[in-house]
C-alpha cells in the first residue's frame, strides 16, 4: 500500500496481536490490486449481548485511484461476529471481492451474462420425476424434477417454453440440465 494503514478501536482497548492480524490481512489486499491508496479499518466493540456476549462492528475504507471499497460487517444476525478474527475475515473477504470486480471493472473485462438458452418441453414422466426438452437447435435435453426451479415441476406442460443450463458433462441420459426455469410471463422471466 502506498499509505499506511489506520487502525482504530472503538470502545475496546487495541492489541499487538489484533493489530498484526489486521496488518496481515490489509497487505494480503496487495495481491488483487496494485496501488491501493490507503485503508482504514475501525473495529468496534457493537455492545454486550447476555446470550450472545461481546459482539464485534467491523468497518472497511480502501481508497483505490479513482474510486472506493467500503465495507461494513455488522453482528446484527451474525452471533459469530462475538469472535473478532471472524468478523475481521468476512469483512476482508468482502472487501477482496468488491476489489476484484472494482480492478476488473477498471479493465473492461466486466462479465457480460450471456441469456440462457431456450427449449421447449418435449416429454414429461411425473411418476418418475423426469422429462426431456427440445433445443432449438433439436437436440434433447434430459432434466429431473429436482432441476426446475421454484418447484414448477408439476406447472410443466408439453411444449411449454423454458430456459436451461446445461451441464458440462452429460448423464446417463445424454445432456441434462441443472436448472430449468418457465420461461416468459409463466415464469416471470
Known amino acids: 500500500m502506498e499509505l499506511p494503514l489506520q487502525i482504530t478501536f472503538r470502545k475496546l482497548p487495541g492489541s499487538p496481536e489484533l493489530e498484526a492480524l489486521v496488518r496481515d490481512k490489509a497487505a494480503r489486499l496487495d ?3 496494485r496501488h491501493i491508496m490507503s485503508c482504514r479499518v475501525v473495529i468496534e466493540l457493537a455492545g454486550k449481548h447476555h446470550q450472545q456476549g461481546n459482539l464485534y462492528d ?24 462475538r469472535d473478532v478474527g471472524v468478523a475481521l475475515r ?3 473477504d ?3 471481492r468488491k476489489i476484484e470486480d472494482y480492478v476488473r471493472e477498471q479493465r473492461g473485462d466486466v462479465k457480460s451474462h450471456e441469456p440462457s438458452p431456450h427449449a421447449r418441453v418435449l ?9 426431456f426438452l427440445r433445443t432449438s437447435d433439436g437436440r434433447d435435453v434430459y432434466f429431473h424434477r429436482n432441476s426446475v426451479a421454484d418447484d414448477a415441476f408439476d406447472r410443466l406442460d408439453l411444449g411449454m417454453e423454458v430456459t436451461f443450463v446445461e451441464a458440462d458433462q452429460p448423464g446417463e441420459k445424454g445432456p441434462q440440465a441443472t436448472t430449468v426455469r418457465l420461461a416468459g410471463r409463466h415464469g416471470g422471466l
Open 90 to 92: 468476512d469483512a476482508f
Open 58 to 81: 467491523v468497518h472497511l475504507d480502501i481508497k483505490l485511484p479513482g474510486g472506493e471499497v467500503a465495507v461494513t460487517r455488522e453482528p446484527g444476525q451474525h452471533a459469530e461476529y
Open 94 to 96: 468482502a472487501a477482496r
Open 123 to 131: 416429454a414429461l414422466y411425473p411418476l418418475s420425476d423426469y422429462g
Open 31 to 33: 495481491r488483487f490490486a
